[in-house]
């Protein structure tokens, strides 16, 4: 993998196949070894930019980040490669970070694709889904709690197994404490009053059944963007790039080209 250098923090990405450059941005506590469908699919029309965000994957790990620390990182990572314009593709922590640069560098911006998302945070979706299932989480551990969580977060389990193995198996696993400090630097945002300035050509799709980030918030966020499009996929959780992988890229492919 590739290594640019920003403010003594090393940051690794993936690039491959020729054409219009897909910017593709991980979730919380994954990497770029996430998007081995995605890379696979797209590089054969597209030239295919997967970055692991600072705290995850190969790249470093410093003690403490923010939001704005993984938008400034994937803009420097666009001036790096000399990209006049990108697509870019984020799946929940990946669509805030998406958000913010097509925010921040609207002319950089040609499509965006913001998956499993929401516009703002005020506690960490766990912290969201445990309190909107009391019933259900009130009493139990923080590891029964975990345990328990799996099937209000995603639809399809079987699918998730095999990805999170796949994944696994090419990836460097984050730490307890480092999992900490990623899920803080997500914790609170809020981009709701900036919307309305993005000028990418916007697709948001959402899971029916995603607990994390309930499909009304995807919904919320796509309403708020001038002409964004709104998908909610029936049979997904906060994975619709997983649990209807192909449905997905279709879809995508459909969109960006």
Do not use: C
């Not at 090393?10 to 890379?39: C, I, K, V």
């Not at 630097?185 to 799709?205: G, K």
């Amino acid at each position: 993998m590739p290594v640019f250098t920003r403010n003594e923090i090393d940051l690794y990405y993936e690039d491959s196949g020729e054409g219009q450059p897909l910017l593709l941005l991980h979730g919380l506590t994954s990497n770029s070894a996430m998007f081995y469908r995605e890379m696979e699919f797209f590089k054969k029309t597209r030239r295919v930019i997967a970055i692991d965000s600072r705290g995850h994957g190969n790249s470093s790990r410093p003690a403490q980040y923010t939001l704005q620390d993984h938008i400034e990182d994937a803009l420097a990572l666009i001036s790096h490669l000399t990209l006049d314009t990108v697509d870019i593709l984020g799946v929940s922590m990946g669509s805030y970070i998406a958000q913010g640069v097509a925010i921040q560098a609207a002319t950089k911006v040609n499509k965006l694709v913001l998956v499993a998302t929401k516009s703002y945070s005020e506690k960490a979706s766990l912290a969201e889904l445990f309190d909107r299932y009391p019933e259900k989480f009130d009493g139990l551990s923080i590891s029964e709690k975990m345990n328990a969580s799996t099937r209000y977060i995603y639809h399809n389990q079987n699918k998730i197994r095999e990805w999170n193995k796949k994944t696994a198996e090419n990836s460097r696993l984050l730490t307890i404490k480092e999992q900490g400090i990623a899920g803080d630097a997500i914790e609170i945002f809020d981009f709701r009053s900036q919307l309305s300035t993005i000028t990418a050509e916007t697709l948001v799709v959402s899971g029916k059944h995603d607990g994390l980030n309930p499909s009304e918030k995807g919904r919320e966020t796509a309403v708020a963007i001038p002409d964004a499009t709104f998908m909610e996929f029936k049979r997904s959780g906060h994975a619709p790039n997983v649990e209807q992988d192909r449905l997905f890229l279709g879809v995508t492919e459909n969109f960006l080209d």
